[in-house]
């Protein structure tokens, strides 16, 4: 089983460049969220998708976008990429959302912007 | 909001030290997780806790969940370098309108020397 792929791994922008993580699931979970995390700053959540065709913002929306493809993939969009993106995102599922389900994390996109 | 408070925020033990991290919630909590992230990868579910008072065992881990669901903790007795990674504790409110949305604390980051 894949889980939560998402790509790419690495990447470095430039400022004011734009950017797409995907990520895609083959759990057939209904919620999918993005993270990113930050060094002292755990994960902060992004944007989610509690079901197929909703998204809703999450703690740190500011300067992303998603777009909930279908059931199984989520992308994050980066219109004009800043340092202060300069992070490790994290792609993650659940079965439903709202409930003590268990989170699954994709390995993770180290993004530098420079 | 909610918040979701870990400390301490890093931890040097040798191997065959016992180690414990603490996870308060500034309300009460329906259930708590806990994940583990090693060095480089991305967080793994370890386990989940609902009710009060509740405590469970995963060999040489220790997962209580306080009387008032506002805390909990991990305790690892006897470290091994396989324990080294960040700890994270992660609680859903439990009147939160937006959905029950997962907050995560900020990490403990355990070292192990050997």
């Known amino acids: 089983n894949a889980g939560v792929t998402q790509t790419p791994k690495f990447q470095v922008l430039k400022t004011g460049q734009s950017m797409t993580l995907q990520c895609a699931q083959d759990m057939n979970h209904n919620s999918m969220y993005w993270y990113r995390q930050d060094p002292g700053m755990g994960l902060r959540l992004i944007y989610y998708s509690a079901s197929e065709g909703t998204t809703d913002k999450g703690e740190v929306p500011n300067g992303y976008n998603v777009s909930r493809l279908n059931k199984r993939e989520f992308s994050l969009r980066l219109e004009s990429a800043a340092p202060s993106q300069t992070s490790v995102y994290f792609c993650a599922s659940s079965e439903l959302y709202g409930s003590g389900n268990t989170i699954y994390f994709g390995e993770g996109s180290w993004l530098t912007v420079v | 909001g909610q918040q979701v408070m870990q400390i301490p925020q890093y931890q040097h033990v040798q191997e065959g030290e016992d180690f414990t991290t603490y996870c308060n919630s500034s309300?009460?909590?329906?259930?708590i997780q806990w994940y583990k992230q090693r060095p480089g990868g991305h967080p793994v579910f370890l386990i989940q806790?609902?009710?009060?008072?509740e405590v469970k065992k995963q060999k040489r881990l220790t997962f209580q969940f306080g009387e008032a669901k506002k805390n909990s903790s991990l305790h690892i007795t006897a470290t091994q370098t396989t324990d080294v990674g960040t700890y994270f504790c992660?609680?859903?409110?439990?009147?939160?309108?937006?959905?029950?949305?997962?907050?995560f604390g900020e990490g403990t980051q355990l070292t192990v020397n050997p």
């Open positions: 992660a609680g859903k409110g439990w009147r939160e309108t937006s959905g029950s949305r997962l907050t």
């Open positions: 309300t009460t909590l329906s259930n």
């Open positions: 806790l609902v009710k009060s008072g």
